[in-house]
């Protein structure tokens, strides 16, 4: 069973930055498209950014230019660089491992404005 487990969510200003990690577990994660979600209270889970085995990318039209999402197959980690957040980038957002269909359990990311 692959384990995921996010870290680096918080309290943040408007035009601050965040990086989140997701770390897994297990050895198929080098073979895996990863990606994040967030869901907002009220609203459904959305894809936020993708990214394949060999790191292409993909974002959602309203985080394209702020946020970066990376791997780093070493440490079994990917990673979503925030910059320029917004009030309307608040929400938990999920790691997900695409292959397995495996969420983690989710940061809290709240921006004020």
């Known amino acids: 069973q692959v384990q995921l487990v996010e870290s680096g969510g918080g309290l943040v200003q408007a035009g601050g930055s965040l990086r989140l990690s997701c770390v897994a577990s297990g050895s198929i994660f080098r073979l895996s498209p990863m990606a994040w979600y967030r869901q907002a209270p009220g609203n459904q889970r959305e894809l936020v950014a993708a990214?394949?085995?060999?790191?292409?990318?993909n974002y959602v039209d309203s985080v394209k230019g702020r946020f970066t999402i990376s791997r780093d197959n070493t440490k079994n980690t990917v990673y979503l660089q925030m910059n320029s957040l917004k009030p309307e980038d608040s929400a938990v957002y999920y790691c997900?491992?695409?292959?397995?269909?495996?969420w983690g359990q989710g940061t809290q990311v709240t921006v004020s404005s």
């Open positions: 997900m491992n695409r292959l397995q269909e495996s």
């Open positions: 990214i394949t085995s060999i790191g292409i990318t």
